[in-house]
C-alpha cells in the first residue's frame, strides 16, 4: 500500500551543525510534498513543502530536497537551534487532498 | 485569532462515554480535515470537508465516529461509546482552497488529547 517513511526515527545534533532528514515515499504519482515540526504537545507546524516539478526548494535556513527517480525527499537545516529540536514529519499528497505522513523523526540539538 | 483552534485541549472520558471535538477552522477556509495521531506516530486522515459537504470519510475507523460542519465553519467529531483505543490525539487542519486535488497547504490546530479510561 502506500506508505511514507523516515530513515532514521532519532537524530542528534550538535548547535550550529548542519541537519539532514531523510524520507521516503511509495506513491510515484504524488505530486505535493510538505515538512511538519511538531513541538511537544502542539500540532504540526507547517515548514516548507515542494511540487514534484521541482528538485530543490530553499527557505529560510531550511532546504528540501526531492529525488522522484528514487522516491526520496529531504530537509536540511542550516546552523541547527536548539528550538529546532522538534519530531519532524514529511507528508505526501497524492492528488487526493487528504495527507499522508511518515511516523517521524526526532530531531534533538546539543547546545 | 489566526490559526485553527481545537476545543477542550485535553478529554478524559471513561470506556462507554460519548465525547465531542470542536475545531474552528482558519476563517474563509474552505476545506477541513479531521486527523487520528496515535502515541509515536504520524497524523492518519480520518475525514475531509469542502464546505459544509463531507467530501470523504474514508479514514473514520468505525461508525462509532461521525464528524459534521453544518455551516461550512465550526466543525465537530463526535465519537459514540469511546472505547480505549480511541485514546489518541485528535487534529483538526484547514486549507484554503476548495478544490479535492488541491496542492494547498493545510495548517493545524493544536489538537485535543483524548484518553478512554
Known amino acids: 500500500g502506500e506508505s511514507v517513511g523516515l530513515h532514521l526515527p532519532t537524530l542528534s545534533v550538535q548547535e550550529g551543525d548542519n541537519s539532514i532528514i531523510n524520507c521516503a515515499y511509495s506513491?510515484?504519482?504524488?505530486?505535493?510534498f510538505i515538512w511538519y515540526k511538531q513541538e511537544s504537545g502542539k500540532g504540526p507546524q507547517f515548514i516548507i513543502d515542494?511540487?514534484?516539478?521541482?528538485d530543490k526548494r530553499q527557505g529560510q535556513r531550511v532546504t528540501v530536497l526531492l529525488n522522484k527517480t528514487v522516491k526520496h525527499l529531504s530537509l536540511q537545516i542550516a546552523a541547527t537551534q536548539p528550538g529546532d529540536s522538534a519530531v519532524y514529519f514529511c507528508?505526501?499528497?497524492?492528488?487526493?487532498?487528504?495527507?499522508?505522513f511518515g511516523q517521524g523523526t526526532e530531531l534533538s540539538v546539543k547546545p | 485569532g489566526a490559526g485553527v483552534s481545537q476545543s477542550p485541549r485535553y478529554k478524559v472520558a471513561k470506556r462507554g462515554q460519548d465525547v465531542a471535538l470542536r475545531c474552528d477552522p482558519i476563517?474563509?477556509?474552505?476545506?477541513l480535515f479531521w486527523y487520528q495521531q496515535a502515541l509515536g506516530q504520524g497524523p492518519e486522515f480520518l475525514t475531509y470537508?469542502?464546505?459544509?459537504?463531507?467530501?470523504?470519510k474514508s479514514g473514520l475507523p468505525s461508525d462509532r465516529f461521525f464528524a459534521e460542519r453544518p455551516e461550512g465553519s465550526v466543525s465537530t467529531l463526535k465519537i459514540q461509546r469511546t472505547q480505549q483505543e480511541d485514546s489518541a490525539v485528535y487534529l483538526c487542519?484547514?486549507?484554503?482552497?476548495?478544490?479535492?486535488?488541491?496542492?494547498?497547504?493545510?495548517?493545524f490546530g493544536p489538537g485535543t488529547r483524548l484518553l478512554v479510561l
Open positions: 487542519a484547514s486549507s484554503l482552497a476548495g478544490r479535492w486535488s488541491s496542492q494547498e497547504t493545510q495548517y
Open positions: 515542494i511540487r514534484s516539478n521541482m
Open positions: 476563517s474563509g477556509h474552505v476545506s
Open positions: 507528508a505526501e499528497n497524492n492528488r487526493g487532498g487528504k495527507l499522508i
Open positions: 470537508f469542502q464546505n459544509e459537504a463531507q467530501l470523504d
Open positions: 506513491n510515484s504519482a504524488s505530486d505535493y
